[in-house]
C-alpha cells in the first residue's frame, strides 16, 4: 500500500508539472531523479512510474535524463532501453540511436532479444550490407549458443533474403545446425531445401551459378569455427562463377554433422530450457525452481567441459537471476578455476559495483 501511494503521489507531481515550462519541468525533474538516486530503498515501481509519466511529456531533454539514471540503476531491463532507442529515433539522428544500442549492449550484451532490435535498426540505417553482417556476426559472438538464438538467425536469414545473396545465406543456413535452438528441425528443413535447390539445378546445368564472388572473403572471415570455415571457403572456390558439385556435397555433409550433434545436446538440455519461466531481468523474485532449474543446468553444462559455451550460460543465467549473490558466486569460483584470476576478478567486481545492491 505504501509503494502504491508513492507511485500515485509521483502522478500527482508530474501531472501538475505538465503545465510548467520546458525548462521547469526539466528541473522538476533533476528534483525527482536526484530524490530517487538518494533513496537506496527507492522502489523499482516508483522509478518505472517516473518514466511512463515523463514519456508524456514529449520533451526530450526530460526523457533522456530519466532513462538514463533509470537504466544507470537498472542496466539489465531490456525493454527499457528498446524505449529509449525508439523514443530518440523519433526525435534525434541515426547516430544518436546508434549510441543508445551501443550503450544497451554494453550492459547487456547476452540479451538476444536486444541484439534482434538492434540488428534490426541497422537493416535499416546501415546502406552497406556489408556494416548489416557485420553487426548481426557481433551480436551472435555472444548470443548464438543461446537457445532463443533463432530470433537473431530469423532475422538474419530475412536479411540475407532481401539481399538475394546464395552465399551468404549459404553461410547463415550452416550455422544455424552448430548449436540447439528452439527453430534446430526447421532451419534443417531450410538447409536441406537449399542443398536440394542446388542439386536440382546442378542437374540442369551440372553448376551453380554465383553472380557475386567477390564477397568469398567476406564470408569466409564472418566464420570463426575452422571446420565451418574450410568449407565455406571452399564451397566459395568457383570455377568460371559456378559452385562446385563436389563442394556443395561437403557442404551438404558438415551441415548434417552439425545438425546430428546439435540435435543430440538438444535432448539434453531441453528439459532445462523447458523450466525457464522468466529468461529477463526483474526485481521480483524468482521462485525456487527456477533457481533450482538454473543450477542443475549449470551443474549439468560444466560437465561437459566447454568453457566458453558454459561462460555463455552463466552470463544468460545471471540477467534473470541478477540479484542472487549464490550464482555470482558460484560464477567467480568456476572461471577462477577454468579461465583465471583475472577473468574472476572482472566478474566479481561487476557483480559489486552494478548488481548485488538493494533494488526492493
Known amino acids: 500500500m505504501e509503494e502504491e501511494r508513492e507511485e500515485d503521489e509521483l502522478m500527482q507531481e508530474i501531472n501538475t508539472a505538465n503545465d510548467l515550462s520546458p525548462s521547469e519541468i526539466c528541473h522538476f525533474v533533476e528534483e525527482k531523479l536526484q530524490s530517487l538516486v538518494q533513496n537506496d530503498e ?20 526530460c526523457i533522456c535524463k530519466v532513462y538514463d539514471a533509470f537504466l544507470h540503476e537498472f542496466p539489465l531491463c531490456c525493454g527499457y532501453w528498446q524505449k529509449y532507442a525508439r523514443h530518440v529515433a523519433h526525435y534525434c539522428t541515426l547516430n544518436e540511436v546508434e549510441k543508445v544500442y551501443e550503450r544497451a549492449v554494453e550492459a547487456i550484451p547476452y540479451s538476444v532479444n536486444l541484439w534482434v532490435s538492434f540488428c534490426s535498426f541497422g537493416m535499416l540505417a546501415y546502406e552497406d550490407p556489408a556494416d548489416v553482417r557485420r553487426l548481426f556476426d557481433r ?14 538467425w530469423d532475422k538474419y536469414i530475412e536479411f540475407e533474403f532481401s539481399e538475394k545473396q546464395w552465399n551468404h545465406l549459404a553461410y547463415v543456413y550452416i550455422n544455424t545446425l552448430r548449436f540447439p535452438t528452439e527453430k534446430l528441425n ?5 538447409f536441406k531445401t537449399l542443398v536440394a535447390a542446388w542439386e536440382e539445378e546442378m542437374e540442369c546445368e551440372k553448376h551453380i551459378k554465383v553472380e557475386n564472388g567477390s564477397c568469398e572473403k567476406t564470408v569466409a572471415n564472418s566464420c570463426k569455427d575452422e571446420e565451418t570455415l574450410k568449407v565455406i571457403r571452399d564451397l566459395l572456390i568457383l570455377q568460371d562463377g559456378f559452385f562446385k558439385p563436389s563442394m556443395v556435397k561437403k557442404y551438404l555433409s558438415v551441415g548434417e554433422l552439425f545438425y546430428h550433434n546439435s540435435r543430440q545436446m538438444d535432448e539434453n538440455i531441453n528439459s532445462y530450457e523447458a523450466c525457464i519461466q522468466r529468461p529477463y531481468f526483474h526485481v521480483k523474485p524468482l521462485d525456487n525452481c527456477q533457481l533450482e532449474n538454473w543450477h542443475k543446468y549449470l551443474d549439468f553444462m560444466e560437465v561437459q567441459g566447454d568453457f566458453d559455451r558454459t561462460v555463455k550460460l552463466y552470463e544468460r543465467c545471471l540477467i534473470p537471476c541478477a540479484n542472487y549473490s549464490e550464482f555470482w558466486i558460484r560464477y567467480v569460483e568456476y572461471v577462477e578455476a577454468k579461465g583465471g584470476r583475472e577473468i574472476a576478478n572482472h566478474v566479481l567486481q561487476r557483480a559489486q559495483k552494478v548488481f548485488l545492491k538493494d533494488t526492493t
Do not use: C, P, R
Not at 551480436?139 to 537473431?152: E, R
Not at 526447421?186 to 531450410?190: R, V
Open 186 to 190: 526447421s532451419y534443417y528443413i531450410s
Open 139 to 152: 551480436g551472435l559472438l555472444f548470443v548464438g549458443k543461446d537457445y532463443s538464438s533463432h530470433l537473431l
Open 42 to 61: 527507492a522502489d523499482f515501481g516508483v522509478w518505472t512510474s517516473l518514466v511512463s509519466e515523463i514519456e508524456n511529456t514529449n520533451n526530450m531533454e
